[in-house]
C-alpha cells in the first residue's frame, strides 16, 4: 500500500526558494510521475508555476504539513521536518498567536518581540512551578523548571545555554531564568541572596554592556552564573565567570555605538556634588565615547541608570569609598583618551603637550606622579641580554600605547568588580548542588571580521560539538530505552573544524608562535597559516586577498582580516607603565595592578572556580597570550559544561530593525542555521521523529481498522496488526516497548488515511442527507399541489353561497324598512297623545297637593305651642325640687365638715399624711445642719486666726518691751517696731486677702448661679426642640414602611471582613515566623543549668492581650455586624434613636454606682484610721460627703428626666398604637408594654427611695463616728498636744474646696450640655433618615400611579400589611429592649445592696458584734439559686483538663459521642468558675484553652482531620459563650431552661473576640491543607481525563512527553480522574459535617475550593494550546456539570460554590461556539463576561482544531473580538489568582442541646471533673 503511495499528486502542497520569502508555498495542479523534467505548480497568488526537477540540478520540493499541524509547540511534532516546515510554523506562532517561544526538541526558540509582554508575573511563575516540561506551552519558566526539577531528582548540576546573536534577547532570557531561580528557590535565611543576585544584573550591564548597530543593550562578553543550592535546594549563593571581555571597545567604536554604558553615566551624572572632583563633561567632550558620533540611547536616562547601579553596588556590600575609586578610575580612562601626543620633527620620537589638563587630571585620579607617566608614555625600554636601552616612541606608537593602558585599566576594573560581586556573593553553608546559567554571544560574521569574532566563533564551534553530541546521545538513549532496531545516525561532527584551530600547529599554535617573534607581523602569520593548513577541507585562501583566510564553520563560511590579530593576542602594555601604576597612593589602583598567582587567592568554600586564571607575569615576554587564556577558559567551561545536564536556550532576532512583531524570514532562516535547531531537526528527522503511545495510536487511527480487528483485546497487537497491512514497509516504523516510532512523513501518510476515509464516510453521508432532502422536498411539493386544488374548488363554493347569502339579505333588508317606516309612524302619534294626558293629570295633582300643605302648617303651629306650655310647667315643678334638695344636702354637709374637723385634730391622721414627707424634710434639715455647721466652722476657724493674730501681737509687744528693758539700744527697738508694723501689715494684707477670696467666692457664685440659670433655659429650649424633633419624627414615621437597601452595608462589612482576615493572616504567619527562628535559635545555641522556656510566656502575650473581664457596652465586632444583619439598617436605627437617651442614663446610673463603690470602699478604710491623721481624714470625708451630696442631687434629677422620658415613650406608642389604628393583637402587646413599663418604674421609684435611706444611715454613722473620733483626739492631745491655729491656711483651703467643687459644677454641666447635644445630633441624624425614607417613599408613590387601579389597590394592601407587620415586630424588640434594661438596673440594685450589706457588716464589726452574726450574714449574702450543667474542678487539675481534652485528643475517639464534646466540657467548666466568681480560674482557662490549640494545631500542621475538628469545637465554644453571654440578641432561640444556664458575673465579649481570631486562623489552614491535597488532583481530572469516553481527540501527532522528569515507569505518571477529585471533596465534606462543623462554614470552605479548582483550571487552559479545542471544551462542561450535580446533591448549591466555575464553564463554552462572522464575534462578547479581554484573545489564539474538517480561528475574526471589548476596563492580568481567599464569616448559631442532660463517655479520663 505504501509502494502505490505517491505523495506528488493533485493538490497536494509544498515548499519552493524563493529569493525574497526564502520559502514560498505552492499546490501541484498535476500529478507527478517519476522521471518527469517539469512539476506544475499554481502559488497561492493564483499564478501558475512549471518548477523544474532534475536528478542534479533540481530535487522535489518539500512536502508541506496538513494546516492541523501548523502552529504546534514543538517543531520536532511536525510530521515533515525540514527547513521551510520550521520556518513557516514559528513565523505563524510569532504573528498570528504572538507565541515568541517554541519547542524543538530540547532546544527552546525564543524570538525578540521587540514589546513587553505581560508573561512573566508571579502568576505565571507559580502556574509552571512544579508543572512538567510538555504539560505547558513553551516558556523560559519551564525551561528552568525543568532544571530545577532535575537538580533536585538526579541530585546532578545542570545548566542553561543561552545563546543567540546580538539584539536577540540572550541577556533578558538569562535574567528571567535567574529570577525564576530567585522566586521558586529562595534563601530560607533573612541574607536574601537571590536578590544580591539580581542585583549584580545592573552592575554587569554597565560596566559590559554597550550600544551597537544590532542592539542598544548589547552583552559585549560571556558570563557564566553559578547559582548555588542548599541541599533543600534553597539559594545559597552564586558565582560568576566572564569571558572575553571586548576590550577594544573602550578606546575605538563604530559608526552609531557607544563605548560601555558606565561612561556615558558617569558624564550624565557630571553635576552631582559627589563627581565634582571626576572633572567630567558631556561625553561628546571625550575621544573614547564620541567616537560613534551618537551619544544617546532613545528612551534611556543614562543618570538614572547610574543611580540603579549605585544602588546595586550598595547592596552587594561595596562600601562608598570603594565605589568612589571605581568611579574614579572610569574617569581616569576618559581623561587618558584625551591626553594629545605631538610628534617631533624627526617623526620618531613624540612627546605630551605642556600643562595638559586632561593628564593631570587622570595623574589626579588615579594618584600618580605626573613627570612619571609624561615620560612613559613616549619612551621605552629595551632589555637585552647584557644591557637595557631607553628608547623614544614615535606618535603613533605612544598613541597606540596609551590605548593599550586604557583598555588595560578597564579589564583589571573589570576583573575586580566581577571578583567583589562574587566574593559577595559567596556562602559560607555547604553546596550541595548549582545551577549554571550561560549567557554567550552566538555565532558573528560581518563584513569585516577581526580577532572578536574569530574567538566567539571558535567558542560556538565548542558549543555546537558538545550540543550535537548531547542531542545524538538523548536520541540514542530513548531508542535502547524503547529496545528497538535502530542504525547510527550520521550527524554533523566539527571536530575538523575544531582541530584546525586548536590542535598542534592550528591557527592558534601559529598565532601564539608568531607573536613570539620579535618582528612578527600579520602578514607573516597569515603566509604560515596558507603553508600550513592548505590541505585542510576548512581552512580556505581569499583569491583576491593576502592578509585574509577563511574558515568553514557548521554555520557559514567566515572570512577573518588577519590585520590587528597579533596586537590583540599580545595585549601588549609596557611594563613601566604598569609599575607607575602600582606605586599609586590610591590603595584600589595599587591592587589592581599587583601580579596575582592562584595561591595567593583565598579558596572560596563554595564548591566553584575561580573567575579567571591570571598566570603570574615575571615579564612580558612570558605572558600568556589572549587566545591561550580564551582556550584555556573555554576549556574549563566545557568541562563545567560536561559536568552537567545542559539545557539550551536560542534566541533570534526577527529582524534589524527592532519592529514589534515583524518577522525577516531570512534573518530568521540565518539564525536558524547558525545556532543549531535546524541541525536539530536534521538529527531528529534521521531517525524516527515521530513517536505514538499505543492507546494514543489506537484511539486516533481505529478508524482505519475494521470491526475483525476489534476482537483482539491487546491494544498493541491490534496498532501492530494494523501498521503491517497499511504500512509495507517494515523499515518505515519501529515497535518499542511503550511506543511506536515512524520515519518522517509516514505521520502525514496516516493521516491521509484516516483523511481518506473520513472523507468516504462523509460522502456517503452526504448521499444519504441528499436523498433523503429530495425525498422531502418531492413531499413537499405534491402536498402543495393537493392544497392549492382543495383551496381552488373551496372558493368557487364560497362564491355561489355568498351570492345565495346576498339575495336573502335583500330580502331582509326590505322587509325591515318598512317596518321601521310603520313604527316611527305609530310612535309619533302615541307621543303626542301621553303628551296631552301627563298635562292634564299634573295640573289636578298640583291643586291636590296644595290642600294637603295648608292641613301640614296648621298641625305645626299646634304642636308647637302645645310643647311650650308643656316645658314651662316642667321647669316650675324642677325649680321647687331642687331648692328643697339643696336644703337637705346643707344640713348633711354641715354635720360631716364638723365630724372631720374632729378627726383633724388627731395625731394619726397627721402622721398619716407627713409619712411621705418625713425623708425630704429630714434630708433638708441635714442640708441646713451642714450648713449651718459650715458656717459656724468657718467663723470659729476665722475667730481663731484673729485670736491667734491678736495672740501674737501681744507676745511680740511684751517681747519688745521686755527688749527694751534689757537692751535700751535705741538701733533694736526701731528693727522691733519696724518688724511690728511689718506684721501688721502683712496682718492686714491677710485680711484682705481674705476679703477678696470672700469677694470672688461670692461673685463665682452669683456667676455659677447665672451659668445654672442660663443651662436650664438651654435646657428648656432643647427639650422643647427634643420634643418638636420627636412629633416630626413620629408623623414622619407613619409614611415610612419600607426597610432601605442594605446592600452596600453587606458590600463594605465584606470588605472590612476580609481586611481584618487578611491581616489575622498575616499575623499568624507572622507567629508562625517567630516561632520557626525561636525554635532554630533554640536548636543552634543551648545554654546548660536550668532556664524558662520563653513559649508560654509568648503565647500569653499574644493572646492574652485581652482584660479577663469587662463589663463594657460594647460587644464584640462580629455580635454588632450579625445584629445589623438581622435586624436590617433601617431597624437598628430607630433603635438607636428610641433608646439613646435610656442607654446614656443607664451608663451614667452604672458609672455612678462604681464611684459610690469606691467612696464607701474609702470610707471603710477612713473609719479604721485613728490618731494623728483623724483631722485630714475628716477633712476628705467631708469632701467627699459633699461630692456625694451634690451627685445624689444630680442622680435625682436625671432619674426625673428619665422617668418623664419612659412617660414620653408611653405617649408616643400609645399615639403611634391609637393613629395607625392598630389590631387586636397590637393592642394587647401595647397594653402589655405599658404594665411592665410601670412595674419597671414603680420598682425603680421604691428601689430610689430604698438607696436614699441607706444612704442617710451611712452618712449619720459616719457623722457619729468623726465625732467620736474628735473626742477621742482632745483627750489625747490635752491643752498642749495641739498646734495653733492657722487661719490664712484654713481660709486656703476652703477656698480651694469651694473652687473644686466650682469645677466639679462646671464639669457635670458640660456633661449635661454635651449629652443634650449627642442627643440633638441623634435626632438630627434620624431625621435625615427618614428625609431619605420620605424621598424612597415619593419614588414608591409615583411608581404606583402609573399601575392600573386593580394593580394600585393589590400592591396598597400588601404594603399596609408590611407596614403594620413591621411595626408589630418593632413594638416587640422594644418591649425585649426594655426589659432588657430592667432587668440590668435590678441587677444593679442588687449589687448596690450586697455593697450596701457589707459596708453595714463592716461597721457594725467596728462596733463589737460578734463573728457569728457576720459570718452568718455572708452566708446569706453567698447563698444562691442552684444550676445544672457545670463542671468543678480543682486549680490544679487544669493542665490535665487541657491535656486530655486537647493535646492528646483524637477525632476518633469522640467520633460516637456528641458533635464538638470538648467545647461542650470546657464551656462547663466555664460556667462553673463564672458562679463561683472567680476571675483567675476563667482567664487561666481560657488562655491555657487557646494556646494549647495553638499548639495542636502547629503539630498537626497538614492534617485536615485534626485541622477540621478543632475549626468545630473552636467555633462551637464561640457560639456556646455567645449562647449563654445574657445578651439579648443571642437569646431569641434559647429555651427557658438554657436563658437560666447564662453567664452571671462576667461578660467575655474580649475572648469571644480571641476565639473569632483564632477560628479564622484554623480556617485559613484548613483551606491551605485541603488545596495542597487537591491541587494535584485538579488539571488531571479537569483537563486531561476522559469523563466522556471516546470524546476527547487525541494531537495528530506523537506528542512525546519532552520533560525528563516526568515518570517514566511503565505505568506512566500519576492519574487523577473526576469521580477521584470528587471523591475528594466528598470526603473533606463528609469529615466536616461528623466534626459537627456548621453547614455556612462547611460550605465557605467548599467555595474556596471551587475557587482553587476553577481557577487552576483556567490558568492551565492559558497556557495549554494541546487542550484548546472543541472537544476539551465539551469535555470541560461536562466536569463542571458534574461538580454542579455534586454541590445539588450535598446542599451546597447555596454557598455561592458554583458561581466561581463560571470562568472556566465560559471558557468552556469559547471553545464550543462558531468562531467565524461577527455575529458570532458579538455572541461571544456577550458571553463572556467572568472572562477578560486578554483571556478571550488567548483562548482563540490557542485554539487548536484536531482534524481537518475543523477551521482555525481567523486573525481578523480576533481582530473584531478585541475591537467589540475595548469599552471593557478589565485588569491587564492574564491568568487568575490562585491565592485569593474570601473573607470568611462565622454566623451565630446557637445549639439545642441541654448542658444538664450531656453525657461525658468514661473512655476520656475526666472522672476528676465534678458535675455541679
Not at 441646713?928 to 484673729?946: A, I, V
Not at 485680711?991 to 428648656?1020: C, D, I, P, T, Y
Not at 438607696?1251 to 452618712?1259: A, F, H, M, P, Y
Not at 449629652?1315 to 441623634?1322: C, M, P, Q, S
Request: one cysteine or more.
Amino acid at each position: 500500500m505504501a509502494s502505490e503511495y505517491n505523495p506528488y499528486c493533485k493538490f497536494t502542497r509544498v515548499w519552493i526558494p524563493d529569493p525574497d520569502e526564502v520559502w514560498k508555498a505552492a499546490e501541484i495542479t498535476r500529478d507527478y510521475k517519476e522521471g518527469e523534467p517539469v512539476l506544475h505548480l499554481q502559488l497561492e497568488d493564483g499564478t501558475p508555476l512549471e518548477y523544474q526537477v532534475g536528478p542534479k540540478s533540481n530535487a522535489l520540493p518539500f512536502l508541506k504539513n496538513p494546516d492541523i499541524l501548523v502552529g504546534e509547540n514543538d517543531l520536532t511534532a511536525l510530521s515533515y521536518l525540514h527547513e521551510p516546515a520550521v520556518l513557516h510554523n514559528l513565523r505563524v506562532r510569532f504573528l498570528e498567536s504572538n507565541n515568541i517561544y517554541t519547542y524543538c526538541g530540547i532546544v527552546l526558540v525564543a524570538i525578540n518581540p521587540y514589546e513587553q509582554l505581560q508573561i512573566y508575573g508571579e502568576e505565571v511563575i507559580t502556574a509552571y512551578s512544579g508543572q512538567n516540561m510538555g504539560d505547558m506551552d513553551p516558556h523560559i519558566f519551564a525551561v528552568a523548571e525543568e532544571a530545577y526539577k532535575q537538580m533536585a531528582r538526579d541530585e546532578k548540576n545542570q545548566s542553561i545555554i543561552v545563546s543567540g546573536e546580538s539584539g536577540a534577547g540572550k541577556t533578558v532570557s538569562a535574567k528571567y531564568a535567574m529570577r525564576y531561580f530567585a522566586t521558586v528557590g529562595g534563601s530560607s535565611s533573612d541574607a536574601n541572596v537571590e536578590e544580591k543576585v539580581l542585583a549584580s544584573n545592573p552592575i554587569m550591564e554597565a560596566i559590559g554592556n554597550a550600544k551597537t548597530t544590532r542592539n542598544d543593550n548589547s552583552s559585549r562578553f560571556g558570563k557564566y552564573i553559578q547559582i548555588v543550592f542548599s541541599k533543600h535546594y534553597h539559594i545559597i549563593g552564586a558565582n560568576m565567570r566572564t569571558y572575553l571581555l571586548e576590550k577594544s571597545r573602550v578606546v575605538f567604536q563604530a559608526e552609531d555605538e557607544r563605548n560601555y554604558h558606565i561612561f556615558y553615566q558617569l558624564c550624565a551624572s557630571a553635576s552631582l556634588p559627589e563627581f565634582e572632583d571626576l572633572s567630567l563633561a558631556s561625553a561628546e567632550d571625550f575621544t573614547y565615547t564620541s567616537l560613534g558620533e551618537n551619544i544617546f540611547i532613545e528612551g534611556v536616562n543614562d543618570a538614572e541608570d547610574l543611580r540603579r547601579t549605585r544602588e546595586a553596588f550598595t547592596l552587594l556590600g561595596i562600601k562608598e569609598s570603594s565605589q568612589s575609586s571605581i568611579f574614579k578610575i572610569v574617569a581616569s580612562i576618559l581623561h587618558l583618551g584625551n591626553v594629545e601626543i605631538i610628534s617631533e620633527r624627526d617623526g620618531e620620537s613624540c612627546h605630551v603637550a605642556r600643562k595638559d589638563v586632561h593628564l593631570e587630571h587622570f595623574c589626579r585620579l588615579l594618584g600618580v606622579e605626573l613627570k612619571q607617566v609624561e615620560h612613559w608614555l613616549c619612551h621605552r625600554k629595551l632589555a637585552t641580554a647584557s644591557e637595557t636601552y631607553l628608547k623614544k616612541m614615535s606618535s603613533q606608537q605612544a598613541q597606540n600605547a596609551r590605548d593599550a593602558l586604557a583598555k588595560h585599566i578597564y579589564a583589571r576594573l573589570f576583573d575586580w568588580i566581577v571578583e567583589h560581586i562574587n566574593r559577595a556573593l559567596q556562602t559560607s553553608a555547604k553546596q550541595h548542588s548549582f545551577i549554571g546559567v550561560l549567557d554567550i554571544y552566538g555565532f558573528e560574521t560581518f563584513e569585516v571580521n577581526s580577532f572578536e569574532q574569530f574567538c566567539i566563533n571558535y567558542a560556538n564551534e565548542k558549543l555546537q560539538q558538545q550540543f550535537n553530541s548531547h542531542v545524538f546521545k538523548l536520541e540514542q538513549d530513548e531508542y535502547m530505552k524503547e529496545e528497538i532496531c535502530w542504525t547510527r545516525i550520521d550527524f554533523y561532527d566539527n571536530q575538523p573544524c575544531i582541530d584546525l584551530i586548536e590542535a598542534r600547529l592550528g591557527i592558534l599554535d601559529l598565532l601564539d608562535e608568531e607573536c613570539k617573534v620579535p618582528k612578527g607581523t600579520d602578514q607573516n602569520w597569515a603566509q604560515k597559516l596558507y603553508k600550513q593548513n592548505s590541505s585542510s577541507a576548512h581552512f580556505q585562501k581569499p583569491r583576491m586577498s593576502n592578509t585574509s583566510f577563511i574558515i568553514i564553520h557548521f554555520a557559514d563560511k567566515v572570512e577573518y582580516q588577519c590585520e590587528g590579530f597579533l596586537e590583540k593576542n599580545r595585549d601588549t602594555v609596557y611594563e613601566e607603565q604598569i609599575n607607575i601604576l602600582k606605586a599609586s597612593q590610591f590603595p584600589l589602583v595599587a591592587d589592581l595592578f599587583q601580579d596575582k598567582d592562584g595561591a595567593a587567592s583565598k579558596p572560596s568554600k563554595v564548591n566553584v572556580r575561580a573567575l579567571k586564571t591570571v598566570p603570574k607575569v615575571p615579564n612580558k615576554e612570558h605572558r600568556k597570550t589572549v587566545g591561550h587564556q580564551f582556550r584555556s577558559s573555554l576549556h574549563l567551561l566545557m568541562d563545567t559544561l560536561n559536568a552537567t545536564t545542559p539545557h539550551y536556550v536560542r534566541c533570534i532576532k526577527p529582524n534589524d530593525f527592532k519592529e514589534a512583531f515583524s518577522f525577516d524570514s531570512r534573518r530568521a532562516v540565518q539564525q536558524l542555521r547558525a545556532c543549531g535547531v535546524l541541525e536539530t531537526i536534521r538529527i531528529s528527522a534521521a531517525g524516527y521523529p515521530s513517536r505514538w503511545t499505543y492507546p494514543d495510536f489506537f484511539s486516533r487511527y481505529r478508524v482505519l481498522m475494521k470491526k475483525s480487528d476489534f476482537t483482539s483485546a491487546d491494544k498493541k497487537q491490534v496498532c501492530r496488526n494494523l501498521l503491517e497491512t497499511l504500512v509495507k514497509e517494515p523499515d518505515m516504523f519501529q515497535f518499542g516497548k511503550t511506543k511506536i516510532f515512524f520515519r518522517a512523513g509516514q505521520v502525514a501518510y496516516l493521516e491521509k488515511l484516516r483523511t481518506d476515509r473520513f472523507r468516504s464516510a462523509c460522502i456517503k453521508i452526504q448521499k444519504t442527507v441528499r436523498g433523503w432532502l429530495q425525498r422531502i422536498r418531492y413531499r413537499k411539493i405534491r402536498a402543495a399541489a393537493v392544497g392549492l386544488q382543495r383551496y381552488g374548488r373551496g372558493y368557487l363554493a364560497r362564491r355561489y353561497a355568498e351570492l345565495l347569502r346576498q339575495n336573502r339579505a335583500a330580502l331582509i333588508c326590505q322587509k325591515q324598512y318598512r317596518m321601521v317606516r310603520e313604527r316611527r309612524r305609530y310612535l309619533r302619534t302615541r307621543r303626542a297623545v301621553v303628551t296631552i294626558q301627563a298635562f292634564t293629570r299634573g295640573m289636578f295633582t298640583r291643586r291636590i297637593y296644595w290642600e294637603f300643605l295648608l292641613h301640614h302648617k296648621a298641625m305645626v303651629i299646634q304642636k308647637h305651642v302645645r310643647g311650650w306650655l308643656q316645658r314651662t310647667r316642667y321647669r316650675r315643678q324642677r325649680d321647687a325640687a331642687v331648692t328643697i334638695q339643696c336644703a337637705f344636702r346643707r344640713t348633711q354637709a354641715k354635720r360631716q365638715l364638723k365630724q372631720l374637723k374632729i378627726e383633724a385634730r388627731s395625731a394619726e391622721h397627721l402622721k398619716n399624711l407627713n409619712t411621705g414627707m418625713e425623708n425630704k424634710i429630714v434630708q433638708l434639715q441635714r442640708k441646713m445642719d451642714e450648713q449651718s455647721k459650715e458656717y459656724r466652722s468657718q467663723n470659729e476657724q476665722l475667730l481663731s486666726t484673729n485670736s491667734a493674730l491678736g495672740s501674737e501681737v501681744a507676745k511680740l509687744q511684751k517681747e519688745l518691751q521686755v527688749m527694751r528693758s534689757h537692751k535700751p539700744d535705741g538701733g533694736q527697738v526701731v528693727a522691733l517696731q519696724q518688724e511690728v508694723e511689718a506684721l501688721q501689715e502683712a496682718l492686714q494684707e491677710a485680711q484682705a486677702q481674705r476679703k477678696r477670696m470672700e469677694e470672688e467666692h461670692g461673685s463665682e457664685k452669683l456667676s455659677l448661679a447665672q451659668r445654672v440659670e442660663e443651662l436650664e433655659k438651654e435646657n428648656a429650649v432643647l427639650k422643647t426642640e427634643k420634643d418638636e424633633l420627636n412629633r416630626r419624627i413620629q408623623q414622619q414615621a407613619k409614611n415610612s414602611a419600607e426597610e432601605a437597601s442594605s446592600a452596600s452595608l453587606q458590600t463594605e462589612l465584606d470588605q472590612e471582613r476580609e481586611r481584618y482576615q487578611n491581616l489575622l493572616k498575616e499575623f499568624s504567619r507572622l507567629e508562625q515566623r517567630y516561632d520557626n527562628l525561636k525554635e532554630e535559635m533554640s536548636l543552634n545555641k543551648f545554654h546548660p543549668g536550668h532556664h524558662r522556656n520563653p513559649s508560654n510566656q509568648s503565647s500569653l502575650e499574644s493572646d492574652s492581650n485581652y482584660p479577663s473581664v469587662s463589663t463594657s457596652e460594647v460587644g464584640d465586632t462580629e455580635d454588632s455586624i450579625q445584629q445589623v444583619d438581622e435586624m436590617g439598617l433601617e431597624k437598628a436605627a430607630m433603635d438607636i434613636s428610641l433608646f439613646m437617651k435610656l442607654q446614656k442614663r443607664v451608663r451614667e446610673l452604672e458609672t455612678e454606682r462604681k464611684r459610690l463603690q469606691l467612696n464607701l470602699d474609702k470610707m471603710e478604710e477612713l473609719a479604721k484610721r485613728k490618731g494623728s491623721d483623724a483631722r485630714r481624714t475628716s477633712d476628705v470625708e467631708n469632701a467627699d460627703l459633699a461630692y456625694n451630696n451634690l451627685k445624689r442631687q444630680e442622680l435625682e434629677s436625671e432619674n426625673k428626666k428619665l422617668k418623664n422620658d419612659l412617660n414620653d415613650l408611653r405617649k408616643t406608642i400609645a399615639e403611634r398604637a391609637t393613629q395607625d389604628g392598630a389590631t387586636g393583637e397590637l393592642q394587647d402587646s401595647y397594653n402589655l408594654l405599658l404594665g411592665q413599663l410601670k412595674a419597671a418604674g414603680e420598682e425603680l421609684d421604691a428601689r430610689k427611695e430604698e438607696v436614699l435611706i441607706l444612704r442617710t444611715q451611712i452618712v449619720s454613722s459616719v457623722q457619729q463616728q468623726e465625732q467620736s473620733v474628735r473626742t477621742e483626739g482632745e483627750a489625747d492631745g490635752g491643752p498642749d498636744g495641739g498646734a495653733e491655729p492657722a487661719d490664712k491656711e484654713e481660709a486656703l483651703k476652703a477656698y480651694h474646696g469651694l473652687s473644686e467643687s466650682k469645677k466639679l459644677l462646671e464639669a457635670q454641666l458640660q456633661n449635661q450640655a454635651r449629652r443634650h447635644r449627642d442627643e440633638l445630633e441623634a435626632l438630627n441624624t434620624q431625621i435625615e433618615l427618614l428625609k431619605d425614607d420620605l424621598e424612597k417613599k415619593q419614588e414608591h408613590l409615583n411608581n404606583i400611579s402609573s399601575l392600573s387601579p386593580e394593580a394600585r389597590v393589590e400592591y396598597t394592601v400588601q404594603q399596609e400589611l408590611n407596614r403594620l407587620s413591621n411595626e408589630n415586630l418593632n413594638l416587640k424588640e422594644l418591649l425585649e429592649k426594655l426589659e432588657k434594661n430592667e432587668r440590668k438596673l435590678k441587677k444593679q440594685l442588687r449589687i448596690y445592696m450586697k455593697k450596701v450589706q457589707e459596708l453595714e457588716a463592716s461597721l457594725a464589726a467596728t462596733q463589737n458584734r460578734t463573728k457569728h452574726e457576720l459570718t452568718r450574714q455572708v452566708t446569706l449574702q453567698r447563698k444562691e439559686k442552684d444550676f445544672e450543667g457545670m463542671l468543678e474542678y480543682v486549680k490544679e487539675d487544669e493542665a490535665r483538663l487541657i491535656k486530655t481534652l486537647i493535646t492528646d485528643i483524637r477525632p476518633g475517639s469522640v467520633s460516637a459521642t456528641v458533635p464538638c464534646l470538648p467545647a461542650y466540657i470546657l464551656f462547663m467548666c466555664i460556667r462553673h468558675a463564672d458562679y463561683v466568681n472567680d476571675d483567675q480560674k476563667v482567664v487561666s482557662l481560657l488562655t491555657s484553652t487557646i494556646n494549647a490549640i495553638k499548639k495542636v494545631l502547629k503539630r498537626n500542621n497538614d492534617d485536615f482531620e485534626m485541622m477540621s475538628f478543632w475549626l468545630a469545637n473552636t467555633s462551637r465554644l464561640l457560639h456556646c459563650l455567645k449562647q449563654y453571654s445574657g445578651e439579648e440578641a443571642f437569646m431569641t432561640q434559647n429555651t427557658a431552661k438554657q436563658n437560666e444556664h447564662c453567664l452571671k458575673n462576667f461578660d467575655l465579649a474580649e475572648y469571644r473576640q480571641i476565639l473569632s481570631d483564632l477560628s479564622i486562623q484554623i480556617y485559613q489552614q484548613l483551606i491551605k491543607v485541603a488545596e495542597g491535597i487537591i491541587q494535584p488532583m485538579i488539571v488531571s481530572a479537569m483537563l486531561e481525563s476522559e469523563s466522556i469516553p471516546s470524546l476527547a481527540g487525541v494531537k495528530p501527532m506523537g506528542y512525546r512527553n519532552r520533560s525528563s522528569s516526568m515518570d517514566t515507569d511503565a505505568d506512566g505518571p500519576t492519574s487523577y480522574t473526576l469521580q477521584g477529585l470528587i471523591r475528594q471533596l466528598a470526603q473533606f465534606n463528609g469529615t466536616m459535617r461528623d466534626h459537627g462543623m456548621d453547614p455556612e462554614i462547611a460550605g465557605q470552605v467548599v467555595r474556596q475550593l471551587f475557587h482553587l479548582i476553577n481557577a487552576v483550571t483556567l490558568n492551565n487552559l492559558l497556557l495549554r494550546k494541546d487542550v484548546c479545542s472543541w472537544s476539551t471544551g465539551m469535555q470541560l462542561r461536562y466536569n463542571t456539570s458534574q461538580l454542579e450535580e455534586w454541590l445539588r446533591a450535598n446542599n451546597l448549591f447555596q454557598s455561592k460554590a458554583a458561581a466561581t466555575l463560571e470562568p472556566i464553564i465560559q471558557a468552556a463554552q469559547l471553545l464550543q461556539v462558531k468562531k467565524k462572522t461577527s455575529q458570532d464575534a458579538e455572541a461571544i462578547c456577550s458571553l463572556c463576561t467572568a472572562l477578560t479581554v486578554q483571556q478571550i484573545v488567548k483562548i482563540l489564539n490557542l485554539y487548536t482544531p484536531l482534524n481537518e474538517f475543523e477551521e482555525r480561528v481567523t486573525v481578523s475574526f480576533i481582530r473584531n473580538i478585541q475591537s467589540n471589548l475595548q469599552e471593557r476596563n478589565d485588569p491587564p492580568q492574564l491568568l487568575m489568582d490562585t491565592k485569593h481567599t474570601f473573607p470568611v464569616l462565622f454566623p451565630y448559631t446557637p445549639s439545642a442541646l441541654s448542658l444538664e442532660g450531656m453525657h461525658i463517655p468514661a473512655s476520656l479520663g475526666l472522672d476528676f471533673l465534678i458535675r455541679v
